[in-house]
């Protein structure tokens, strides 16, 4: 029988749109911790953001960080050596460019072209905390990145700019912001952890659960996608596979729906 593993954004998918919360989805979490199935975040979030929320889920299990720049693996989490680098505790698998990189191409690319935009690197923990609407405390910890760049446009998305970074062999996806990054996305880190689950189960079933066109590419990745419904009641219409399982329910509410449904 196949080892059933869960892949989940964060934002907008187990966390409400606004409140952050994850409150509607607590029945299908005990239910997913009463089966011990692996519960693997991959979110645009850093590993500092992250672990806030591991914590208060008691999760164990490997996480995915800023859109699949990084896979951070605690240590004796698989029974074989990782192919990672030690860090604080975890193997580190690095897939994305050097965020101080990154921040040189954003700026180069901003000042050549004249586009009004602004990445977190930018802002000030109050600006990102009044554009997000984290705590100051929550938004420290969204600034501290390893492998992509948040950034918004002052005004309409400006087209040049957004092909400029595919022209510097860069890449940019969409979630709540706009993220710069390299060539990385989290269908690679999902492929990754799905290689190294099979080792342990042989036969691994996944389920990934998104919102948005950054959760595309490990939608595809996984065997039973799932999209969840925004806080306007729609869907995005630029995610639509085969298979895939739309939810009725908002954020966290849909998280649980689809959860309980698909796994019982």
Known sequence: MARLVIFTDLDGTL?????????DALPALDLVRERNI???????KTRAEIEVYRNRLRNGDPFIVENGGGIFIPEGCFPFPIEGKAHNGYQLISLGMPYGEIRK????????????????GDMTPEEIAALTGLSREE??????????????????PDERFLQAIEGAGLSWTQGRYFHLMGNHHKGKAVNILKALFERIYTTVM????????????????????????????????RINIPGLYRTTGIGPAGWNEAVLQLVK
């Open 139 to 156: 938004a420290v910890l969204a600034k501290q990145r390893d492998f992509d760049e948040p950034f918004i446009f002052e005004g309409d």
């Open 206 to 237: 996944t389920l990934g659960l998104g919102d948005s066109l950054n959760d595309l590419p490990f939608l595809l990745a996984v065997d039973k996608p799932v999209l969840i419904c925004r806080e306007d009641g729609s869907h995005d219409p």
């Open 105 to 120: 191409q954003f700026t180069a690319l901003r000042e050549r072209l004249g586009t009004q935009a602004r990445g977190f």
């Open 15 to 23: 966390l409400h749109p606004k409140t952050y919360s994850y409150a």
């Open 38 to 44: 692996p519960l693997v975040v991959c979110s645009s």
